[in-house]
Every structure is written in C-alpha cells, then in structure tokens.
C-alpha cells in the first residue's frame, strides 16, 4: 500500500525524467510551485488572531463559553472567518462591524483587534484597574524603543532602525486600543 501510494509521485518534481521504478528513482526536488508568501503572510495573521482571541476568552471566560467576537483588520479576513471562528469558539464572529460596549480588546500588532463581549461577566472596576497596569507596561517599553531610536547612530544597520520603528508604531497602536478599552469599561462602571 505505500509504494502504490507513493509510486504515483516519484519521479514529480523532475521536468520530464522518469525512472523504471521508485527505488531509483531521484528524490523529488521542491521549487517555488508550492510556495505563497501572501497566502503565508495572511496565515500567520490568522493564527496570530485566532492566539489572540482563545488568550482573551481564556482570561474573562471559562472555557466552554461561546462569546461573540468582533474583529477589525486592515487586511482581507473575509475567506478565514469560518476557521478563525471554530478555532476561536465563539458563537458569532463579526468583521469590521461596530464594537458593543462591554468588549475586552486584544491587538495583533497594529494590524487587527480582537473584541470579545464579556459585558455582565465580569467586574469593570476590576477590569479597569488589570487595563491599567497593561497600560503602565505598554509605556514602558515604548520609553524604551524611543531611547533606543534616540541612541541610533550611523552604525546601526537599517533594518534594525525600521523594526525599532516599527514597533514603536504598535506599541503606540496598542496604548490607543488600550485607552479605549480603559474608557469603554469606565461606561460600564457607571
């Protein structure tokens, strides 16, 4: 059963060669036919998200919860949402839709958002507090990755400057989303 398995793909890989049988035959070379960098990209997205959303679930939920999950994203999600919502656990999964009051946020670096309604579930005051202190973090690093953009000299290579940029930009994306996760659950205190 495997050499009639594998007997149909020896041999493939090889522009027109061919061999007597599939012990010698040459081992199958790979070339860039099966490769796809966006299709990649979009992927790592995807479970970075799907990450992201069983992190947040787990921190407000138990584990057989079903909450609704709203996203929004920059990139096109749209084929995905499916899986991310089975891998997520969620009972809905909205896209680019209007975030309810009574969401704990999540952020995949400064691409996408991940809200999970936890609204009557848990303690605002207490959620305000934990928001806080991720705030207070947060801060810290981006005084970090400043000073180190302030000690950048001529020789430091480029791509480490831009990646130092790049992160100030989402640590500052997600000081923003933590601000307002701060002011919605404030809403919800009252």
Not at 103 to 112: E, R
Not at 123 to 128: A, G, K, L, R, S
Request: charged content about 25%; some cysteine; hydrophobic content about 35%.
């Amino acid at each position: 059963a495997v050499v009639s398995t594998q007997s149909g793909h020896y041999g493939r890989g090889r522009s027109s060669e061919t061999a007597p049988s599939l012990v010698v035959a040459e081992y199958p070379e790979s070339g860039d036919v099966w490769r796809d960098d966006a299709l990649d990209a979009q992927m790592g997205l995807v479970k970075d998200i799907i990450h992201t959303g069983r992190s947040v679930k787990d921190t407000y939920l138990e584990s057989k919860a079903k909450p609704e999950v709203y996203l929004t994203s920059t990139e096109p999600l749209q084929a995905f949402l499916s899986i991310i919502e089975d891998l997520v656990g969620c009972s809905t999964l909205q896209l680019n839709q209007p975030i309810p009051l009574g969401t704990a946020v999540g952020t995949v670096g400064n691409k996408c958002e991940v809200h999970v309604l936890v609204k009557g579930l848990v303690d605002p005051v207490q959620e305000i507090n934990r928001l806080k202190a991720k705030r207070e973090t947060a801060e810290n690093f981006v005084s970090q990755v400043k000073e180190k953009i302030d000690n950048h000299t001529d020789k430091v290579p480029e791509h480490v400057r831009q990646a130092n940029t790049q992160k100030l930009e989402s640590l500052t994306d997600e000081l923003s989303t933590i601000d307002t996760a701060i002011a919605n659950f404030q809403k919800l205190a009252v």
